[in-house]
């Protein structure tokens, strides 16, 4: 299967900075790459969605303005966390897909692990 | 709203017995179904999907899962399990052709030695 490539996969930062997660998809081109956040013992909730050239749509409770989204390229998207606070710390995980490659599914990075203290 | 329910938390089984982790959904239309394994710290690896036709799907590590459209059900099985597969298991949906995912809430397989 594609390669989708997560970095860091784990990051400590200090309450109030901001933290970026690159997602990046090795050897497909991603039209269409999510942004899921996992906390301990529980389920994947969808953050965000994002597809290449455009702004990224966000799923409802998700604060825009801070989980900064980019996907700028086919094969990268970033999410930033700005001011980050320890409530943020949780498992993220981005996905990548391909809408015109005949790609059928949609690749998991590895995960990112941040922890804000 | 469309939805996943994995009503099991957790589920104990020993090695080299039978397993079945079970998913139903909730949907309009003809669904796309899929079953991931992620193990503790890591992302998800795809087990097996379901598009059409054939209702009973191979997957990989020796998993299948079929498809009930009448129970909206498409539960997890494997005969007989090995210590390795000692995961979390999330059934997932997928509601349309971008692939955003919508997860269950996951089960967590024990195996006893």
């Known amino acids: 299967g594609a390669v989708v490539s997560q970095h860091p996969s784990w990051v400590i930062c200090k309450s109030g900075t901001s933290v970026k997660i690159e997602c990046r998809s090795l050897?497909?081109?991603?039209?269409?790459m999510f942004w899921y956040r996992q906390f301990p013992k529980q389920s994947l909730m969808l953050m965000a969605t994002?597809?290449?050239?455009?702004?990224?749509?966000?799923e409802q409770g998700v604060e825009k303005d801070k989980f900064l989204i980019n996907h700028a390229s086919l094969t990268l998207s970033t999410l930033t966390v700005t001011s980050a606070h320890p409530e943020d710390s949780s498992f993220y995980i981005c996905?990548?897909?391909?809408?015109?490659?005949?790609?059928?599914?949609?690749?998991f990075g590895q995960g990112t692990r941040l922890t804000v203290v | 709203a469309q939805s996943v329910t994995q009503p099991d938390i957790h589920i104990t089984v020993s090695e080299g017995a039978s397993l079945e982790l079970r998913c139903n959904y909730s949907y309009g239309a003809t669904p796309y179904l899929f079953w991931y394994v992620q193990s503790p710290g890591q992302g998800l690896q795809l087990l097996l999907k379901?598009?059409?036709?054939?209702?009973l799907v191979q997957g990989i590590k020796g998993f299948e899962a079929e498809f009930k459209r009448s129970q909206s059900s498409f539960n997890l099985r494997k005969p007989s399990v090995h210590w390795s597969d000692a995961a979390e298991y999330f059934c997932a949906v997928v509601m349309d052709s971008s692939y955003k995912l919508i997860f269950g809430s996951g089960t967590r397989l024990l195996v006893r030695p």
């Open positions: 050897d497909f081109q991603a039209t269409t």
């Open positions: 994002s597809n290449e050239g455009s702004k990224a749509t966000y």
């Open positions: 996905s990548a897909s391909s809408s015109w490659q005949g790609i059928t599914e949609a690749f």
């Open positions: 379901y598009f059409s036709g054939d209702t």
